[in-house]
């Protein structure tokens, strides 16, 4: 069984550009779970979405959006890049919305110059 | 406003000694608490998970341990190897509410 892919896993922009990562979560989950990871804030909350509707956005500017499509692929953008939004992008996949055990991809790292 | 906060943020251990991460929490309606691990170049992987119904859950040499009226539970790692050189997350969530994770726990055990 396939796991959770994000891509591209590696990128490099620089700052006032907009930037797009993909996830396709496990076949059959439905819910796609994206958090921010730096090594000094840990894992932060971005957006979760369910049946291609957003349920919770955590606490980050509108410059952060994302997607969900109908097969459950999802996508987030940043727009507007700042150095400080160089981070490693992790998008996870449930099979239901209850807390449940999440499954993590490998990430989109990003660089702004 | 950090949720979950997580502690020692790194660790040594020697070979066959017992790796202890504490966290400690601030909302009392989170039901669910998970320990995840991250390897370099990966994402994190669910490791052990407990309700607050149960005060311990041991699966393996991985046990939780959970005190809810100091509002507080650990990962306690016995004979601790090499291969469990890692960042642990600890983690707590409500029904529907995402998970929140602490800062992370860079496990490092020596031979």
């Known amino acids: 069984k396939a796991g959770v892919t994000q891509t591209p896993r590696y990128l490099i922009k620089t700052r006032g550009q907009q930037v797009t990562l993909s996830c396709s979560p496990i076949?059959?989950?439905?819910?796609v779970s994206w958090y921010q990871q730096t090594p000094g804030q840990g894992l932060q909350f971005l957006f979760e979405?369910?049946?291609?509707?957003?349920?919770n956005k955590g606490n980050f500017p509108g410059r952060f959006s994302g997607r969900q499509f109908s097969n459950s692929r999802s996508e987030m953008n940043v727009s507007t890049l700042e150095l400080g939004d160089s981070a490693l992008y992790l998008c996870?996949?449930?099979?239901?919305?209850?807390?449940?055990?999440?499954?993590f991809g490998e990430g989109s790292r990003l660089t702004v110059l | 406003q950090q949720q979950v906060k997580q502690s020692p943020q790194s660790l040594i251990v020697q070979k066959g000694g017992i790796s202890i991460i504490n966290c400690a929490y601030e909302?009392?309606?989170?039901?669910?608490f998970p320990w995840y691990q991250q390897f370099p170049g990966k994402g994190p992987a669910l490791l052990i998970a407990?309700?607050?119904?149960?005060s311990e859950k041991k699966e393996g040499r991985f046990t939780i341990s959970f005190n809810k009226s100091a509002k507080q539970f650990s990962l306690h790692i016995m004979d601790s190897q090499p291969g469990d050189s890692a960042t642990y997350f600890c983690?707590?969530?409500?029904?529907?509410?995402?998970?929140?994770f602490g800062k992370g726990t860079r496990l490092s055990v020596i031979a």
């Open positions: 996870a996949s449930s099979l239901r919305r209850d807390p449940g055990e999440l499954f």
């Open positions: 076949s059959g989950h439905r819910s």
């Open positions: 979405y369910f049946s291609e509707t957003q349920r």
């Open positions: 909302n009392t309606a989170f039901d669910y």
């Open positions: 407990i309700r607050p119904d149960v």
């Open positions: 983690a707590a969530s409500n029904g529907y509410t995402p998970l929140v």
